[in-house]
């Protein structure tokens, strides 16, 4: 077997005549977690439909390990799908929930019962097999999809925004819960979430998505040291890196001269501010516990964020000064490009 968990070379889909997913390459390793990232209309979900069989590619192939399943029937590719709405069965048990897939497939009953409780201890809902959905919690209800989505054993998992219906405590504990799940199975798995959060926590490697393109694949940390456009720059992290003209007020100690039409970026905590530097105006600041975000006006009306300690922050219509170092800026070309300098 190789070490391919998933392959697309040169896939594209389109919805009602319009091309959506254009040319996307993408290689995902046998048992990573490759967390597909993106605004909403991006194409991720287009992708995973593609690659579930859902929809048809117009062009390229779709290989899951070392079979190409281009033209295979979604029932056939063996890939499990779970949807943000779950989509279980209202009149069906927590247990035929979880079993229906595999008894459509002709798997023995008590086999499936087995399987099902099995599935269901490892997600921890095996004391929800005889309840029905309408008796569950929207947490319990996702439990219930994975186990539905496990039992089946694919070679690949491709969820959908699995952690949208759940309130914030709820989606921090399952987005542990999942991840320690993906450790224990190790099966090849693409998540799709709108959440740079989510993204950043779980993922061994991240695809930024727009407008039906790939704009950067690589590790979380590449993600957030070296984004490849202004586009995942301000797309991961919040508040977003700040980005002004490299020719602007603010100039980072140390730049060089750079070429026509650069911009420059940095992250809101990588704003030193004190004694030296820029003059700019306190417009506005918010405390979230320890620490705070100030909105600080330069001269020529552009505006950055900056994150610092709560109990240092300046007061609102003050003026005060601020730096930035020359190793925490990022460079970016006229067309949005990271620019790789010397
Ligand atoms: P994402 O999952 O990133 O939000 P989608 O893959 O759902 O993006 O959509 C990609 C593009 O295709 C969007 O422009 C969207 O409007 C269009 N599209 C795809 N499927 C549908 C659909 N079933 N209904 C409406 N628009 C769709």
């Known amino acids: 077997m190789s070490g391919i968990g998933l392959e697309l070379a040169g896939v594209s889909a389109a919805y009602r005549g319009t091309t959506v997913l254009h040319e996307v390459d993408l290689?995902?390793?046998?048992?990573?977690?490759?967390?597909?990232?993106?605004?909403?209309?991006?194409?991720?979900?287009t992708l995973l439909r593609v690659v579930a069989g859902l929809q048809p590619a117009i062009t390229g192939r779709v290989r899951i390990g070392d079979r190409d399943v281009t033209t295979l029937r979604p029932g056939r590719?063996?890939?499990?799908?779970?949807?943000?709405?779950?989509?279980?069965?209202?009149?069906?048990?927590?247990?035929?929930?979880?079993?229906?897939?595999?008894?459509?497939?002709?798997?023995?009953?008590?086999?499936?019962?087995?399987?099902?409780a099995a599935a269901a201890a490892v997600v921890g809902c095996a004391h929800?097999?005889?309840?029905?959905?309408?008796?569950?919690?929207?947490?319990?209800?996702?439990?219930?999809?994975?186990a539905r989505a496990m039992v089946r054993e694919p070679d690949l998992f491709l969820l959908d925004e699995p952690l949208s219906n759940l309130?914030?405590?709820?989606?921090?504990?399952?987005?542990?819960?999942?991840?320690?799940?993906?450790?224990?199975?190790?099966?090849?798995?693409?998540?799709?979430?709108?959440?740079?959060?989510e993204a950043l926590v779980l993922a061994d490697r991240i695809a930024v998505m727009r407008a039906g393109r790939l704009e950067q694949v690589g590790t979380p940390d590449q993600i957030w040291r070296t984004p490849a456009t202004l586009f995942v720059a301000r797309f991961v992290g919040s508040p977003p890196m700040n980005v002004l003209p490299a020719d602007g007020p603010l100039r980072p100690a140390g730049m060089p001269v750079l070429p026509a039409g650069a911009r420059i970026g940095f992250r809101p905590e990588a704003v030193r501010v004190g004694q030296d530097g820029t003059?700019?105006?306190?417009?506005?600041?918010?405390?979230?516990?320890?620490?705070?975000?100030?909105?600080?006006?330069?001269?020529?009306?552009?505006?950055?964020?900056?994150?610092?300690?709560?109990?240092?922050?300046?007061?609102?219509?003050?003026?005060?000064?601020?730096?930035?170092?020359?190793?925490?800026?990022?460079?970016?070309?006229?067309?949005?490009?990271?620019?790789?300098?010397?």
């Open 27 to 45: 290689t995902v390793t046998r048992g990573e977690l490759l967390v597909v990232l993106g605004p909403s209309g991006a194409g991720k979900s």
């Open 77 to 116: 590719r063996n890939v499990s799908m779970v949807f943000q709405s779950y989509a279980l069965f209202p009149h069906l048990t927590v247990r035929d929930n979880i079993t229906f897939g595999l008894e459509v497939r002709d798997t023995p009953r008590a086999v499936a019962r087995d399987r099902a």
């Open 279 to 342: 003059d700019v105006t306190v417009e506005r600041v918010d405390v979230v516990g320890e620490d705070a975000y100030a909105y600080l006006r330069l001269a020529g009306g552009d505006r950055i964020a900056v994150r610092l300690p709560a109990a240092g922050r300046p007061a609102v219509g003050t003026t005060v000064r601020c730096t930035v170092a020359w190793a925490d800026t990022h460079v970016f070309d006229e067309a949005g490009h990271r620019t790789v300098l010397g």
């Open 167 to 197: 309130d914030q405590e709820l989606r921090t504990e399952t987005r542990g819960e999942l991840k320690a799940l993906h450790l224990r199975l190790g099966v090849t798995t693409v998540h799709v979430t709108h959440d740079q959060t």
């Open 128 to 146: 929800l097999l005889d309840r029905r959905p309408g008796q569950l919690s929207g947490g319990e209800r996702q439990r219930v999809a994975l």
